[in-house]
């Protein structure tokens, strides 16, 4: 693969950063994930909005290369021969030469890294046809989720917790409320209404969870912002998930018991189709 590291595209193992990075030692860094489909960028200005907000809600520089951002996506696109996949994109704050919990001095320059995954067939994935089974784990993250930072250790714990337990992945649960998934947001559907919990500090503002409310509202469907228990997930007709990387995606099972019919439902299946029609007509 060829990476970007700092204004460079190299091939990733001459790609270097510092061991004093504050992405590396603090987790002092935040990211992005952009899927790219045929080719083109999936609501690229969403996830540059976004960044924006993660930076400025940390203090942290924002990058010389910030407004060349989407050209240094698409080149990557171009020199790793990109179809169907994802781009990686990860921005700490820096360099400051040696450990100190205190930030360095204004005008450190902070580490800007891109890479791409290459996932032929990710509009087609098996999951997404059969459905995913999913357990619940505490949500034991920081106060600050709406932040998309790289200290992602808990969700990777859960991720485990899941594999262990034989199924696809796990959502959290803070005082008998769904959060979100260790990388999605949560969604259940009842009576028509599709359900998912409102915007605050708990959860991340998802990008693709933006466009698909936006698209079910435009479709005349009811949405209703709001958190939702784990028993109203179990009496639910339908789940689902939605990320970048997912699109959407039907939730068949938590907890070991059925979602309504236990197979994909049909609202998750329309919303996914609505979604990616709909994100390729508008993809740069
Ligand atoms: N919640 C969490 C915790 C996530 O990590 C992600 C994906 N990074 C999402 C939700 C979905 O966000 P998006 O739709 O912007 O990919």
């Given at each position: 693969?060829?990476?970007?590291?700092n204004?460079?595209y190299?091939p990733?193992?001459?790609?270097?950063?510092?061991?004093?990075?504050?992405?590396?030692l603090?987790a002092?860094?935040?990211?992005e994930?952009?899927s790219?489909?045929?080719?083109k960028?999936v609501d690229?200005?969403?996830?540059m909005v976004?960044?924006?907000?993660?930076l400025?809600?940390?203090g942290m520089?924002t990058?010389?290369a910030?407004?060349d951002?989407?050209?240094?996506?698409?080149?990557l696109?171009?020199l790793?021969d990109i179809?169907?996949?994802?781009?990686?994109?990860q921005?700490t704050r820096g360099?400051?030469?040696?450990?100190?919990?205190?930030?360095?001095?204004?005008?450190?320059?902070?580490?800007l890294?891109?890479?791409t995954?290459?996932?032929p067939?990710?509009?087609?994935?098996?999951?997404?046809?059969?459905g995913?089974?999913?357990?619940?784990?505490?949500?034991m993250?920081?106060?600050?989720r709406?932040?998309?930072t790289?200290?992602?250790?808990?969700?990777?714990?859960?991720k485990m917790?899941?594999?262990?337990?034989?199924?696809?992945?796990a959502w959290?649960?803070?005082?008998?409320?769904v959060?979100?998934?260790?990388?999605?947001?949560?969604?259940?559907?009842?009576d028509?209404?599709?359900?998912?919990r409102?915007l605050?500090n708990?959860?991340?503002?998802?990008?693709?969870?933006?466009?698909v409310?936006r698209?079910a509202?435009?479709a005349?469907?009811?949405?209703?912002?709001?958190?939702?228990?784990?028993?109203?997930?179990?009496?639910?007709?339908?789940?689902f998930?939605t990320?970048?990387?997912?699109?959407?995606?039907p939730?068949v099972?938590v907890?070991?018991?059925?979602?309504?019919?236990g197979?994909p439902?049909?609202v998750?299946?329309?919303?996914r189709?609505?979604?990616?029609d709909?994100?390729?007509?508008?993809?740069?």
């Amino acid at each position: 693969r060829t990476v970007y590291v700092n204004g460079d595209y190299l091939p990733e193992n001459e790609a270097k950063v510092s061991i004093f990075d504050r992405g590396f030692l603090m987790a002092d860094g935040v990211y992005e994930v952009v899927s790219v489909l045929g080719g083109k960028l999936v609501d690229f200005d969403g996830h540059m909005v976004r960044l924006d907000r993660s930076l400025a809600e940390l203090g942290m520089a924002t990058p010389d290369a910030r407004g060349d951002l989407l050209e240094i996506h698409r080149e990557l696109v171009r020199l790793n021969d990109i179809g169907d996949g994802l781009i990686y994109m990860q921005v700490t704050r820096g360099n400051p030469g040696d450990r100190d919990f205190h930030y360095p001095p204004e005008g450190t320059e902070p580490t800007l890294v891109l890479f791409t995954q290459s996932k032929p067939g990710m509009i087609d994935s098996p999951m997404a046809k059969r459905g995913a089974r999913i357990v619940t784990v505490p949500d034991m993250r920081w106060g600050r989720r709406d932040i998309k930072t790289v200290q992602l250790l808990y969700p990777s714990m859960a991720k485990m917790m899941a594999q262990a337990a034989g199924v696809d992945d796990a959502w959290m649960i803070e005082d008998g409320f769904v959060t979100e998934g260790t990388s999605n947001n949560a969604y259940i559907i009842k009576d028509g209404r599709i359900i998912t919990r409102a915007l605050s500090n708990d959860i991340l503002h998802g990008i693709t969870r933006a466009a698909v409310l936006r698209f079910a509202r435009e479709a005349q469907m009811e949405v209703e912002e709001r958190s939702f228990t784990l028993d109203e997930a179990l009496a639910a007709d339908e789940a689902f998930i939605t990320s970048a990387s997912a699109f959407v995606t039907p939730v068949v099972e938590v907890d070991g018991a059925s979602i309504g019919s236990g197979a994909p439902g049909p609202v998750a299946a329309r919303l996914r189709e609505i979604y990616i029609d709909e994100s390729l007509k508008v993809a740069v």
